[in-house]
């Protein structure tokens, strides 16, 4: 089984940037398509991007062009550069491999806050 620790949160004005790490623990990183997702209060859990194992990548629409997904094999590591932050990004943000169900539940992490205010 999985199991990961995110970090990197905080609390930033809106047009701030803050850089989210992934630390993931267990076999077979480098074969596992990763995912970050969030939930703000209220909402449901969103998947808002994705790395596969070949480094290509996906966007929800709402952070295409400000959020950046890496990762390193080497480190088994996933990262999410934010940039241009508005205060509707605000919510907790976890890690799992990709298109995983339950993940803002923290059965796998304790996920990472970010608060932006405007």
């Known amino acids: 089984a999985l199991h990961v620790v995110e970090s990197g949160g905080g609390s930033v004005q809106a047009g701030g940037s803050l850089k989210l790490s992934c630390t993931v623990s267990?076999?077979?990183?480098?074969?596992?398509?990763m995912g970050w997702y969030r939930q703000a209060p209220g909402n449901e859990c969103e998947q808002v991007s994705v790395?596969?194992?070949?480094?290509?990548?996906w966007y929800e629409d709402s952070v295409q062009g400000r959020f950046t997904i890496s990762r390193d094999n080497a480190k088994n590591a996933v990262y999410l550069q934010m940039s241009s932050l508005k205060p509707e990004d605000t919510a907790r943000y976890y890690c799992?491999?990709?298109?995983?169900?339950?993940?803002?539940?923290?059965?796998w992490g304790q996920g990472t806050q970010v608060t932006v205010s405007s």
């Open positions: 790395i596969m194992t070949d480094h290509s990548t």
């Open positions: 799992m491999r990709a298109s995983t169900m339950g993940v803002c539940s923290g059965n």
């Open positions: 267990g076999a077979l990183f480098a074969e596992r398509d």
